[in-house]
């Protein structure tokens, strides 16, 4: 802390040093304990905005292999009611891994492929041309199934 007082380090090089801190530092069990920041994070998860993935520096092999148990037990209690009660039981949300850059990139190709697909069509519908919206179903030009010998 002196060197930030000095100023040979920024408040942001000294932010992102403690962010990197351990799970099991003693600054991360402090900020556990804090009720004020236990108030305000119980703030946030009243705006139903979603947590953040875990990041990658966290992440482990030992880490993944729990994660992928407890989705199983999770898919298996949600099996487990399921069978025993005659409505039908929310469906299991995965608990959350890192997402990496690969992954980020492959989703911003769908989404440009999306919003290409839905611009095209809208364009078609704009000046007049037909699209899938408008074809209906007829009985006469449906495929049979090829037969067995």
Do not use: C, F
């Amino acid at each position: 802390m002196l060197d930030l007082w000095r100023g040979t380090l920024s408040p942001r090089t000294v932010l992102n040093l403690i962010d990197r801190l351990p799970r099991d530092s003693h600054y991360v069990a402090a900020m556990a304990d804090d009720d004020d920041l236990a108030d305000q994070l119980a703030a946030r998860e009243d705006d139903k905005t979603p947590a953040p993935p875990p990041p990658m520096t966290d992440w482990s092999a030992d880490q993944a292999t729990l994660t992928l148990i407890a989705d199983r037990l999770g898919e298996l209690l949600t099996l487990t009611a399921a069978a025993n009660s005659k409505k039908k039981p929310p469906s299991y949300k995965p608990l959350p891994r890192p997402v990496t850059a690969a992954q980020r990139a492959k989703r911003r190709r769908r989404e440009r492929k999306y919003e290409l697909v839905t611009t095209a069509l809208a364009t078609a519908a704009a000046q007049g041309r037909p699209s899938m919206d408008s074809v209906t179903a007829d009985p006469t030009h449906t495929a049979a199934p090829p037969k067995r010998r």
